[in-house]
């Protein structure tokens, strides 16, 4: 059975920072493009960091880039996203995706809720 599992959410105050983790299991996701997304309340989901299928450099929304970063580390089937500078507005439900062709077809966490107080 393949899952991938967030954890790492909570409740911050703006300008601070939270690490959330994206642990897979059921199968290898070195070759998967995985990525961040959210939700808030009201709205509809919204790409936030990815890496593509063939690895490199990572692609941002431009409401976080250079306070947010997502990393992975293949060997432990996990991608991260540090969130730093955060704001009010960050605060949403955050999913990992992982897919071979397109997000509508991957698998998808549950979800860590992430609200950040003014």
């Known amino acids: 059975q393949v899952q991938l599992v967030e954890s790492g959410g909570g409740l911050v105050q703006a300008g601070g920072s939270l690490r959330l983790s994206c642990a897979g299991s059921?199968?290898?996701?070195?070759?998967?493009?995985m990525g961040w997304f959210r939700q808030a309340p009201g709205k509809e989901r919204e790409f936030i960091a990815a890496?593509?299928?063939?690895?490199?450099?990572?692609g941002y929304a431009d409401s976080v880039k250079g306070r947010f970063t997502i990393s992975r580390d293949n060997a432990q089937n996990t991608v991260y996203l540090q969130m730093n500078s955060l704001k009010p507005e960050d605060t949403a439900v955050y999913y990992c995706?992982?897919?071979?062709?397109?997000?509508?077809?991957?698998?998808w966490g549950q979800g860590t809720q992430v609200t950040v107080s003014s």
């Open positions: 995706a992982a897919t071979l062709t397109n997000w509508n077809e991957g698998y």
């Open positions: 059921g199968r290898t996701f070195s070759r998967y493009a």
């Open positions: 890496f593509s299928w063939s690895g490199g450099s990572a």
